[in-house]
């Protein structure tokens, strides 16, 4: 596979936040990110959580109730009985689908597409272990909020693994990252406001200057946080998707992040948004 970075010069990655979910199938399955494969994801997000006795699976920690209508903590149980255990759909019914261990996932998606990390600060010596064991450390890439033990970490542990960090409003390590001995490769930016640094044409041309790609959200967590001033999905399904998709592809961002993986792919490609300059499907 080419590097992430070579793969951002074709064009925009789409990354389908903890793949594609709806009707009975749950996020954060297998089916969830085979399917936003299918709808044309680039990468998918991935969040990978430790088991009571020490071993990876995917899941976001604390949403037992929201995603197996369950109050135990699996944090505390041992992955033999998590994977036991069967999302429920919106309905509150269970389905048919389990949770995957993380070496089952990184079977399935091996030189299928790119892979957001999420939680990797959870364990990274464990992540980053099974990551390399698969021979998958190009393809992977993992975020987090500046700090002095986590750059250390990762020039200790991975320094060859995607690393961006998650900055709001502005982007004071860039200077630092760039002298230090980690792959960093971009970073992600999250804004209230569509007038902040973060979204002006100095800071991207800056940062693609200097070689680095820039990661914007569409996603919604909550409407009170806005993570891309307002040009969110949302947005764009309901006033408009040159207002919410399109200012986003157009301000230059080299990834963004969605939870309607098909319709973003599709709109990026009918407007011409999807490829970068000079290159064709």
């Given at each position: 596979m080419k590097t992430i970075t070579e793969k951002a010069k074709e064009n925009i990655i789409v990354v389908a936040h903890r793949g594609a979910c709806g009707g009975n199938i749950p996020c954060n399955t297998l089916a969830s990110y085979g399917i936003a494969l299918r709808q044309g994801a680039d990468m998918i997000e991935a969040d990978v959580?430790?088991?009571?006795?020490?071993?990876?699976?995917?899941?976001?920690?604390?949403?037992?109730?929201?995603?197996?209508?369950?109050?135990?903590?699996?944090?505390?149980?041992?992955?033999?009985?998590?994977?036991?255990?069967?999302?429920?759909?919106?309905?509150?019914?269970?389905?048919?689908?389990?949770?995957?261990d993380f070496d089952e996932f990184l079977d399935a998606f091996k030189d299928r597409c790119y892979i957001n990390i999420d939680k990797f600060w959870s364990a990274p010596e464990k992540i980053y272990s099974a990551i390399k064991a698969?021979?998958?450390?190009?393809?992977?890439?993992?975020?987090?909020?500046?700090?002095?033990r986590v750059f250390e970490l990762l020039e200790n542990l991975a320094p060859d693994l995607p690393f961006i960090p998650i900055v709001e409003e502005k982007h004071t390590c860039h200077g630092e990252l760039m002298k230090r001995n980690i792959n960093y490769i971009g970073a992600e930016v999250l804004f209230s406001k569509d007038d902040s640094y973060l979204a002006s044409e100095e800071f991207i041309e800056k940062m693609h200057s200097d070689g680095k790609l820039l990661w914007a959200n569409t996603i919604i967590y909550d409407h009170r946080k806005q993570l891309a001033g307002g040009h969110s999905d949302d947005s764009a399904l309901t006033v408009g998707e040159?207002?919410?998709?399109?200012?986003?592809?157009?301000?230059?961002?080299?990834?963004?992040q969605t939870d309607w993986t098909m319709m973003l792919v599709e709109y990026l490609k009918r407007t011409g948004r999807y490829y970068k300059k000079g290159e064709t499907e």
């Open positions: 959580s430790v088991s009571g006795d020490g071993k990876l699976y995917l899941f976001h920690p604390f949403m037992e109730p929201a995603h197996f209508g369950m109050l135990p903590c699996f944090r505390l149980l041992p992955l033999s009985v998590i994977k036991k255990q069967h999302y429920v759909n919106y309905d509150r019914t269970k389905t048919q689908f389990t949770v995957p698969h021979g998958m450390v190009e393809q992977c890439l993992v975020k987090s909020k500046p700090s002095k040159d207002y919410g998709w399109g200012w986003v592809a157009d301000k230059g961002y080299d990834f963004i």
